[in-house]
């Protein structure tokens, strides 16, 4: 009994890391992830947004059955399409799965393309005021009717700061920031950059990278396995759904208009390609700038990448 009580309180007072995997989509981080894992005898959180929803499988490319037993895996297909899911609701779950996982590892791994998600809990987010019930669909109904465009310049009238510093090409950004500025009637900008909590963990931080050219081959193999794999059947299953949120995604929008009539599903199949590779350059953008990474090329022998977190660890 005194030796388990010995483990436990070293336990406790242990430095606690979180170990993020980042990187361009279709670089390895699955692999990787699940490599470091298992050598730290750890569990992972997904950090993929596109990956949390049960309905997505195929087009969002969630880790495959034996990936998913090779090493315990978390907010991997856990909530539905139907549901009311926002970056906000990430960290809180994150952060209440870390003091659990804690309790028993003293590290634990977080893999994921989407930067916001992994910023969120390791910084910690600027916290924002409610949405007014019917807002959401409102501006749903703008973006269907009117197309993107009429969302940048609503947010450019109501937000002109945050109009030159998010991505208007991505719908669901400039749609959350619309949200905040019609239901609070200040601009999105306002609540951003405010003080931060301090974690209970330090995070270091590995990214996966390649030549340009090398990620976009990778993204286009990646996307014909994905049509191999039924992506036009697990999209055309997803039709009646179409204008939700979760579904405003590379790979679902342009099967879409396919099935509307207005491409062909040699043209879905391009224009998603090119997303995906417009998709990696603005994740490569975002993490540039984030000098707390450190980058390793996807072909980086693992057993290089394991003595790196050991030296980080051990100081």
């Known amino acids: 009994m005194l030796h388990s009580v010995r483990i436990v309180d070293t336990l406790c007072t242990m430095t606690k890391y ?5 990187g361009p989509t279709a670089i390895g981080k699955t692999a990787t992830s699940i490599k470091i894992a298992q050598h730290f005898q750890t569990e992972i959180i997904s950090a993929d947004s596109r990956q949390f929803y049960k309905e997505m499988t195929i087009g969002t490319a969630v880790p495959d059955p034996k990936e998913l037993a090779a090493a315990p895996h978390h907010c991997i297909q856990h909530i539905s399409i139907e549901d009311t899911y926002s970056v906000g609701h990430f960290e809180r779950e994150a952060i209440h799965l870390l003091e659990t996982l804690n309790e028993k590892h003293p590290y634990v791994t977080m893999v994921g393309g989407s930067g916001m998600y992994v910023d969120a809990v390791v910084n910690g987010l600027d916290h924002f005021p409610e949405v007014l019930p019917g807002i959401r669909e409102q501006l749903n109904t703008l973006y269907a009717t009117e197309g993107i465009e009429a ?4 947010l450019k009238e109501k937000d002109p700061v945050h109009y030159k510093r998010v991505d208007i090409q991505n719908q669901q950004r400039v749609t959350r920031a619309l949200e905040v500025c019609l239901s609070s009637g200040k601009p999105f900008s306002s609540f951003l950059d405010k003080p931060k909590p301090k974690r209970p963990f330090e995070t270091i931080k590995i990214g996966l990278s390649a030549d340009r050219q090398v990620i976009y081959d990778r993204i286009n193999k990646r996307v014909d396995l994905m ?8 999209v055309q299953g997803l039709l009646s759904r179409k204008r939700l949120n979760a579904l405003q995604t590379v790979g679902y929008r342009e099967l879409f208009e396919y099935f509307e009539g ?4 040699e043209q879905a199949i391009e224009n998603i390609k090119t ?3 417009r998709f990696a350059k ?3 953008t975002w993490y540039r700038k984030d000098p707390t990474i ?9 057993e290089e990448i394991a003595d790196f977190i050991h030296k980080k660890t051990s100081r």
Request: proline letters at 3%; aromatic letters at 14%; zero cysteines.
């Open 18 to 22: 979180l170990f993020a995997i980042v």
């Open 151 to 154: 969302l940048q310049e609503l």
């Open 227 to 234: 049509i191999e794999n039924g992506l036009v059947e697990e």
């Open 262 to 265: 207005t491409i062909t599903l």
């Open 275 to 277: 997303n995906t590779r």
């Open 282 to 284: 603005r994740q490569l």
């Open 294 to 302: 450190t980058w390793f090329d996807y072909q980086t022998p693992f």
